[in-house]
């Protein structure tokens, strides 16, 4: 039962339908929400639709690339005008590309800085914009532990989540007078769309699994549960936290 968490009728906005903002979009449809996913890439989003739609709901789809603030204000007043408003906003956009600082090109800061953290700035503006004029609504970005920690041949990344957290923090105050929460989960080492490919190279798995107190990766399911308290009722007086789900990563 889902009841408890609020979110019956609610408007949400998911930005990203990857692994993460797919299995988002799946648990808050479930949950009773109202959903709009939004991905430059229409065969992701019609994927994570079929994923909901095995569930017995549905979601309506937007195609957008949100790496111009044009186009994410657009994704916004959109998604505002097929739901008929806007309560929640779930941002689950990002890349990685991993190497050395010294081998590191403009043209790739440039990309993980514009798709990681000014997406991030231009929808969340876009949508706390309406959500502070309407007195009310909760917005969710997936950071990570590479906001917090120093992985080897991570810079640009970890760098656009720092800042992710960090700016979410600035709006988290702005806001909180006008009823509005932002808040970040930012996961640990997890198997996702993303790390597939970094985790099956040999070892891999196996080395990142040894820096895990709890023995193991994480889940997309085992982010899912966060987000989905963090956009509740429950979490109406939850601001301007980064919430890790890491398996207690960051405490070694």
């Not at 299995?23 to 709009?36: F, H, M, N, W």
């Not at 569930?55 to 739901?83: N, P």
């Amino acid at each position: 039962m889902t009841s408890w968490l609020g979110l019956e009728g609610r408007s949400v906005l998911v930005a990203g339908a990857g692994g993460l903002g797919s299995a988002c979009s799946t648990a808050l449809a479930v949950a009773g929400a109202r959903v709009v996913i939004v991905d430059v890439d229409e065969g992701r989003l019609e994927l994570a639709q079929k994923t909901v739609r095995a569930e017995g709901y549905d979601v309506e789809l937007v195609t957008a690339d949100l790496t111009t603030a044009g186009a994410c204000r657009e994704a916004v007043r959109e998604a505002s005008s097929i739901l008929g408003g806007l309560d929640v906003l779930v941002h689950a956009v990002g890349m990685n590309d991993r190497r050395p600082v010294l081998e590191t090109t403009d043209e790739v800061w440039e990309q993980l800085m514009t798709v990681n953290l000014g997406s991030a700035f231009w929808i969340g503006q876009a949508a706390g914009r309406l959500m502070c004029a309407n007195r009310q609504g909760r917005i969710v970005y997936i950071s990570s532990v590479s906001g917090m920690l120093a992985h080897l041949n991570h810079a640009p990344y970890a760098a656009s989540k720092g800042g992710l957290n960090q700016m979410m923090k600035v709006m988290a105050r702005e806001w909180a007078a006008s009823g509005v929460t932002v808040n970040a989960v930012a996961p640990g080492y997890t198997e996702t769309d993303l790390t597939r490919a970094y985790l099956d190279k040999p070892g891999m798995r196996a080395d990142m699994t040894s820096l895990v107190p709890a023995g193991r990766l994480g889940t997309v399911e085992d982010v899912v549960g966060p987000v989905l308290f963090l956009v509740s009722e429950q979490a109406a007086f939850v601001t301007g936290h980064v919430m890790y789900v890491d398996g207690g990563r960051v405490l070694v």
